[in-house]
Nanobody, 122 residues
Framework: VQLQASGGGLVQAGGSLRLSCAAS????????MGWFRQAPGKEREFVAA????????AFADSVKGRFTISRNDAKDTVYLQMNSLKPEDTAVYYC????????????????WGQGTLVTVSS
């Protein structure tokens, strides 16, 4: 499985961005997908995840109410809609695929995309 993240960029605080993660190769529609991020000088942290069915999702407390996650299996793509962005959301965002039902732990993800940079200016 190959994962390609895109959609990052520079946005002002309060703005929105939508990240996409396209899967290719031996895709797994029953697998859960997650987004993580890593800010400069910090460890990678969980952002959001969605089950293979798309029926359940989980979010980090820091993004609840501002971010949503969705998937379009016909396109083998997962999206992270980010609204009301804050400067502290600045990070490289990574998408990942897990064979677990859903996980907030990066060690439980099997495949990773290359990351896309999100910069939020104040």
């Amino acid at each position: 499985v190959q994962l390609q993240a895109s959609g990052g960029g520079l946005v002002q605080a309060g703005g929105s961005l939508r990240l996409s993660c396209a899967a290719s190769g031996r895709t797994c529609r029953s697998c859960s997908m997650g987004w993580f991020r890593q800010a400069p000088g910090k460890e990678r942290e969980f952002v959001a995840a969605i089950t293979g069915s798309g029926s359940s999702a989980a979010f980090a407390d820091s993004v609840k109410g501002r971010f949503t996650i969705s998937r379009n299996d016909a396109k083998d793509t997962v999206y992270l809609q980010m609204n009301s962005l804050k400067p502290e959301d600045t990070a490289v965002y990574y998408c990942a695929l897990s064979r677990k039902i859903m996980s907030m732990y990066d060690s439980e993800y099997d495949y990773w995309g290359q990351g896309t940079l999100v910069t939020v200016s104040s």
